[in-house]
Structure formats: C-alpha cells, structure tokens
C-alpha cells in the first residue's frame, strides 16, 4: 500500500490556495487593469511610413562596353562604376553616419528624442530603433521611418531615399573621376609617343626611299601592337581594382602576373632578334630593318591610341554624368493608421506579469505558514503574510 505524504500537493490543493486568496487577486489585479490602461492610453501614438526603391540592373555601358571582350576586364569595368548599385552598398550608404547626421540636422531629431546635450551618438542609437531598411521579396528596398508625426515619418523617408541617391552619384562620380586621371596620363604619353613615331618614321621615308616590307613582318609588328593593347589593358583592370580588392589575394596577384608575362613578352618580342618573328631579319639589310622598327613602334603607337581615346572619352563623359542611379517607385505619405502603441498589447503584457507574480507571491505565502522562521528576516516576512491574510481576510485552514 503506498502512503501519500501530507506535503505532497496536487492540482486541487493549488487551485484551493488561489481560491482562499481570490479577494487580493480580485482587487489587485484590477487596479493593475485599470492602471496598465491608464499607461497605455498615455504613451504617445506614432506612425510608420514606407517609401520604395528600385535599383537599376542595367546593361554595361561606358568603359564597361569597351572591356567587354574580356571577362576579368569586364569585373574591372563594374569597379570603374559602369555596372549598377548593389543592394549592400545602398543599404551601406543607408546606415552611414554621414546620412544619419544629414536626417537628424534637417529634421531636429534631438527635440524628438530628448537630447539636449546634442549627442549624436546618442540620437543615432535611438533613431535607428525607428528605422527599418530592407529589401522586399521582389528585389525593392523598402525605406521605413517611425514618428510621432505623420508628415514627418514620410519626410524622413522621402529624404533618406534622396540622400541615398545623392551620395551613391557623389562615389560614381568620385571614381570616375580618378579612372579619368588615370587614363588621361596615359593617354598623353601615347599621344607625345605616337607624334614622335610619325615623325621619325616619316623623316625616314623621305631620306631613304623606303616604302614597303614584306607581309610577313607586319603580321609580327602588328602582333606586338596587341601584347601592348594588352598590357594596357591588364595594367588599366590592375589600377582600378587596386583600392577595391586586397593587394595579396589571388585575383590580385594573378593579373600581377599576367601583366608580367607579357611584358617579358614583349621583352623577348622586341630586344630578341633570334626569335622566332625575326629569323630573317640577318638577311634584311640594315636599311630595311631600320624601317621595320619605326614601323613597329608606330603601329604600336597607333594601336595604344585606338584603345586609349574611346577609353578617355568615355571617361570624361562619365566624369560629367549625374544622373539618378536609383529609382523611386512610392514615395512615403502621411500614414493614415497608426502604428503604436497597441493598447491591448500592452495592456495583456502588464496585466500578465503581474497575474504571474502574484501567484507565486500567494504560493510563498501559504508554504511560509508552515515554516518555523529560522531567522529574523524569515519571521519578518511570515508577518507581512500574516498581515495580508487580515487586511484581506483570508480563510485560513484550521
């Protein structure tokens, strides 16, 4: 036969305690109601609004449409700004500090949140639990802003949709810019090495007579013009990516070593009269190789310039250009509903925790009844127990 303890309590035996003390829940309880509903009512209303963003996945265009023969190039051309705006670097831009302090200034986000101190660390840190930026399942970014005010939670997306924009055209340009100085000088080399080339290269047909060279020959003087095209190339891919990739990862050093291989080349091509391009020049009289090297270096010249000159106008119209990247497909108005507080929320919220910890106060409370105090904080509280059990008069078992 198994012998229950008389400690042992069940379900009824918890359900009889809450029913003796049902007078202190009742009124508790109901001031709570009453108050959490007084809170509720008090907590200022605010209001969220949206505004709707596309980026733009255009086609290549620019310097970008030049690099398109080639895959690594055209990776570099997104680098030199051709390519649209990814999501990351807009949501980037988003969180800036530089746009935050923008917003803040215009709108005085410090009366809003009670800085008086102007602090912005502080107002960003509070602004930005109002703000949500996110793309939507459709590849929009959604700009999101919550106020006191409708017109200015609306305000403020509208000009973070705008502030966006701005700054994304000020990086494009920015870039541009220093892709344009860069091919600029070399540019201007070429065109100092090309006149030089000409004009050595006409000076010699007029002294010497000479007017023609053998098929064969301009196949290998027009082969070296591509390694330079090439060079350029790979040299032009290098410099772009350089501020934007790591100096020592792979990618990095592999165009550092195909820049290499084929300056040496080149080098062999140039300096290598036993190769394999010119096994007969020993035959060729000094005077037909004397032209045959002004020919060379002109065709060179010619092909860099060929290269170069789109190149350097496109990147001058680019320089120029600020047109908007991003597009606004809704922009944000006054909200007409509400976003908080949800009185009924809050109202369940307050009136739960305080339902829970009154339970467990009436469980403690009936456990100490049976308990010798050990010590005189014990005793103190087995008395306020007491007290409650008179003040709200409690049965208490016999």
Do not use: C
């Not at 036969?1 to 309590?9: A, G, H, I």
């Not at 924009?165 to 892709?179: F, G, M, P, Q, R």
């Not at 023609?212 to 070296?224: L, M, R, S």
């Amino acid at each position: 036969m198994t012998t229950v303890s008389r400690n042992e309590k069940g379900l009824s035996d918890y359900l009889y305690t809450l029913y003796k003390w049902k007078k202190l829940i009742i009124i508790n309880l109901s001031i709570i109601f009453i108050v959490a509903t007084i809170y509720s009512f008090s907590i200022p209303e605010t209001y969220k609004s949206k505004a709707l963003m596309m980026i733009p996945q255009e086609k290549e265009f620019g310097i970008g449409n030049l690099l398109s023969d080639n895959s690594a190039l055209s990776f570099g051309a997104s680098l030199l700004g051709s390519s649209s705006p990814n999501m990351d670097l807009i949501l980037g831009l988003l969180n800036s500090r530089n746009i935050m302090t923008k917003v803040i200034n215009k709108f005085n986000l410090f009366y809003d949140y009670n800085i008086t101190d102007r602090n912005y660390d502080k107002v960003i840190k509070s602004f930005k639990d109002d703000l949500i930026f996110t793309p939507n399942e459709f590849g929009l970014l959604e700009i999101y802003t919550i106020n006191k005010n409708p017109q200015k939670s609306a305000d403020i997306s509208n000009y973070f949709a705008y502030l966006a924009d701005s700054l994304n055209i000020v990086l494009k340009t920015e870039n541009a810019k220093n892709n344009r100085k860069f091919i600029e000088k070399r540019f201007l080399q070429n065109q100092i090495d090309l006149e030089n080339a000409e004009v050595a290269y006409h000076k010699f047909q007029l002294n010497n007579g000479v007017f023609d060279i053998p098929e064969q020959i301009k196949v290998a003087v027009q082969a070296a013009g591509e390694l330079e095209k090439n060079l350029i190339q790979k040299e032009i891919y290098l410099n772009s990516i350089s501020n934007q990739i790591n100096k020592n990862s792979p990618q990095y050093k592999d165009i550092e070593y195909q820049i290499l291989s084929i300056r040496q080349k080149l080098g062999d091509f140039k300096n290598k009269n036993e190769g394999s391009y010119f096994l007969s020049f020993k035959k060729i009289p000094d005077l037909s190789f004397e032209y045959l090297r002004l020919f060379r270096e002109l065709e060179i010249q010619s092909k860099i310039k060929e290269f170069l000159y789109p190149m350097y106008e496109q990147a001058k119209i680019d320089e120029q250009k600020s047109i908007p990247t991003l597009i606004v497909v809704d922009k944000a108005v006054p909200p007409q509903l509400k976003y908080g507080p949800k009185k009924a929320l809050v109202i369940i919220t307050i009136f739960s925790i305080f339902l829970l910890v009154t339970i467990l106060f009436i469980f403690r409370a009936d456990n100490l009844k049976n308990i010798v105090p050990r010590n005189p904080l014990l005793e103190k509280e087995k008395r306020f127990y007491n007290f409650l059990e008179k003040f709200y008069k409690i049965k208490t078992d016999e």
